[in-house]
């Protein structure tokens, strides 16, 4: 069974949804939980359905169809091409939320989404996928109305033969997603952009949409309709941009810096939103709330970007009226190293060294402005753990990564204060994630922990052994001020799961409250068969330490080897990411469970005698189940995403 590591029961994942008041099913509910799907068709044609179609499916459902044709090797580029004859999927939320039951179509191995539809957001009659490798997910939950389901048929066309438009109709250029492509001539210039690119606006009014151009040195910006005049924006608008670059050397890049930010917060930004994405939609960054956001780099061989500001008609959310945003934009160099006399910036531009420490934003980014005062000690404890055996040496020698040979059955208990770090997260006196401390105020953890924006009624818990009682005397405790999470997250993959917290209030470090060092870049891999350790509060699965934080030491692995034996024992193909790193035994035993989710799984870097946090607990099939490593998203690769957003809040590297 795949599952998230948040809950405290077994939940296979998207299976059964989080609701709002984090209602959990029951164990007798889960056990009804049906899987299904998970089949390739590799056909030319086909079609698919849910589960007892046309009855009504069952509820607690779970299913994946991958849509895999085996193209010809003509040299022609394909795309699968779907139609639904019938739909009827039953969910609850409001326009479209789909917080229970929904059909989801992703393409390349899940890396993107095209589309998420319920019986309220029903899908277009014809859905153009960009490729020719499709997912089809289809979730239900324990708790909702059940419907027919869906019947889909699909057919795989050379993209050569997708259907050009009739006379009285214009083609949009640029992706196809949903049909139709063509629009009617009468679209051109009438106030709403339709065409994904803008060009139906192009030389219109940039007021809600258009096309603009940015040469290098210059700077633009996008503003949501009537910000200038300080008015809030009107509800049930589409406005779509194009901000094209003028390339003239190609380490070039559109970097964005969201300026201000103030659109109505719903859960997923489902609602009201700000949408920038590169030309074939993806890299995408969707913004709302009313938190500062990090700048952002557009990499496109089009040179192009897509800027889109969509708002929900009807009653603003809370009743509240939001500003909308302000978007600046411009070209910036990349650099992979700089000079003796200049300071790399995280977004890979290079600045002169007096630009650094001296109060200006020279980065763009805050970066020259970081550490401005030392880096803070971190990754070293005051009361070291201890291990029911040493921890080999890190070297390939003497390793036996098949059987159990630090004799710890299902991890151990850690001694007291000894991963400092550690964190639990919980609300309503109920533990719910576990997550790591990177700097007084600030928290690493698994985006899936935050299923909606109810993150505020969180507690977070730092210096605890126990999850119960929390001690005065040694255990400190805030709230969540706000919460980012990663723009390219996806739930049904589980890629990219990350989120970071800014607290109400800063941590005091003791002898038992100290941040864990990050990777020292983006491109950190110890690779596999190395040492590491997780910890956490969570489900222990009747092993012992119930309610105490426990320890397991563990082996890393490769991501090939570890994709390879998940398809192997699970059927399923590509799981693994550049994102995500694998750690276990072979033959199972010790691994992160359920409420274990968001917390740390540490490496010890001997040369600095620290230990870096290396990954973050986000899920796996089973817990410490055999040929089933648990998987981990990999902290290396979001370290420009994490910078930027704490920089962006103020953060400057403080201890």
């Not at 044609?45 to 849910?50: A, N, V």
């Not at 470090?509 to 870049?521: A, E, F, G, K, R």
Request: hydrophobic residues 35%; charged residues 20%; glycine residues 10%.
């Amino acid at each position: 069974m795949v599952h998230f590591r948040r809950f405290l029961v077994a939940v296979l994942a998207s299976a059964v949804n989080s609701k709002n008041d984090f209602g959990t099913p029951t164990n007798n509910e889960i056990q009804k939980s049906l899987v299904c799907g998970q089949t390739e068709f590799t056909n030319m044609t086909g079609s698919l359905s849910t589960p007892n179609y046309p009855s009504n499916y069952d509820k607690n459902t779970f299913c994946i169809f991958y849509i895999y044709p085996d193209v010809p090797q003509d040299g022609e580029k394909y795309r699968v091409v779907m139609e639904f004859s019938d739909f009827d999927v039953p969910s609850r939320g409001n326009d479209g939320q789909c917080l229970t039951d929904y059909v989801e179509i992703m393409e390349q191995h899940g890396k993107y989404e095209i589309g998420k539809f319920c019986d309220n957001k029903v899908p277009p009659v014809t859905v153009i996928g960009h490729t020719a490798e499709i997912s089809v997910i289809f979730s239900s939950n324990y708790d909702s109305d059940s419907g027919r389901g869906f019947r889909l048929e699909y057919e795989t066309v050379k993209v050569s033969e997708i259907d050009q438009c009739s006379d009285g109709e214009f083609q949009c250029t640029g992706v196809a997603t949903n049909k139709p492509e063509c629009r009617p001539v009468s679209d051109i210039c009438n106030g709403e952009v339709n065409c994904a690119s803008g060009e139906d606006e192009a030389d219109c009014s940039l007021e809600c949409g258009g096309i603009v151009t940015v040469n290098p040195g210059e700077t633009g910006v996008l503003e949501a309709p009537m910000y200038g005049q300080n008015e809030p924006y009107d509800l049930g608008i589409n406005c779509r941009w194009q901000v094209q670059m003028q390339r003239t050397k190609s380490n070039q890049a559109l970097y964005f810096i969201p300026v201000d930010v103030d659109i109505a917060e719903s859960s997923g930004c489902y609602a009201d939103y700000l949408l920038v994405s590169d030309a074939s939609y993806t890299s995408n960054f969707t913004f709302c709330g009313d938190q500062s956001q990090a700048p952002f780099k557009i990499v496109d061989d089009q040179d192009s970007a897509y800027v889109q500001f969509v708002t929900q008609a009807g009653t603003p959310i809370g009743n509240f009226r939001y500003l909308g945003f302000k978007l600046r934009f411009m070209v910036i160099e990349e650099e992979e190293t700089c000079g003796a006399d200049s300071y790399h910036c995280i977004n890979k531009r290079c600045i002169n060294n007096s630009g650094r420490c001296d109060g200006v934003n020279d980065c763009l980014d805050w970066s020259d402005e970081m550490y401005c005062n030392g880096v803070p000690e971190c990754g070293n404890q005051l009361f070291k753990p201890e291990f029911n055996q040493p921890i080999p040496p890190q070297s390939s020698e003497n390793k036996d990564f098949g059987a159990d040979t630090l004799k710890i059955v299902g991890g151990e208990v850690a001694v007291n204060g000894s991963w400092p770090w550690q964190i639990f997260m919980e609300e309503s006196f109920s533990e719910l994630c576990g997550g790591t401390l990177i700097a007084p105020q600030w928290i690493y953890s698994a985006a899936h922990c935050f299923p909606s924006a109810q993150w505020h009624l969180y507690t977070v818990v730092a210096g605890a052994s126990k999850t119960k009682p929390i001690l005065a005397d040694t255990n400190q405790v805030a709230k969540i001020k706000h919460v980012w999470i990663h723009p390219w997250y996806v739930k049904a993959t589980h890629n990219w799961d990350f989120a970071v917290a800014q607290l109400n209030q800063k941590f005091n470090y003791t002898d038992v409250i100290m941040p864990v060092c990050l990777p020292p870049s983006d491109s950190y891999n110890v690779g596999g068969e190395e040492w590491v350790v997780v910890t956490g509060f969570g489900s222990t699965h009747g092993t012992g330490g119930a309610g105490n934080l426990k320890q397991a030491v563990i082996p890393t692995w490769t991501n090939e080897r570890c994709d390879e034996t998940l398809y192997a024992n699970t059927g399923k193909p590509a799981q693994i990411t550049d994102a995500m790193v694998c750690a276990g035994f072979e033959y199972g035993g010790h691994d992160a469970c359920q409420g274990d989710s968001g917390g740390p799984l540490v490496y010890h870097d001997n040369s600095k005698d620290a230990w870096l946090l290396y990954g973050i607990v986000s899920w796996g099939w089973g817990c410490g189940e055999p040929h089933l490593p648990g998987v981990y998203s990999r902290v290396s690769t979001s370290l420009d995403w994490l910078f930027g957003n704490m920089l962006a809040a103020g953060w400057r590297g403080d201890f």
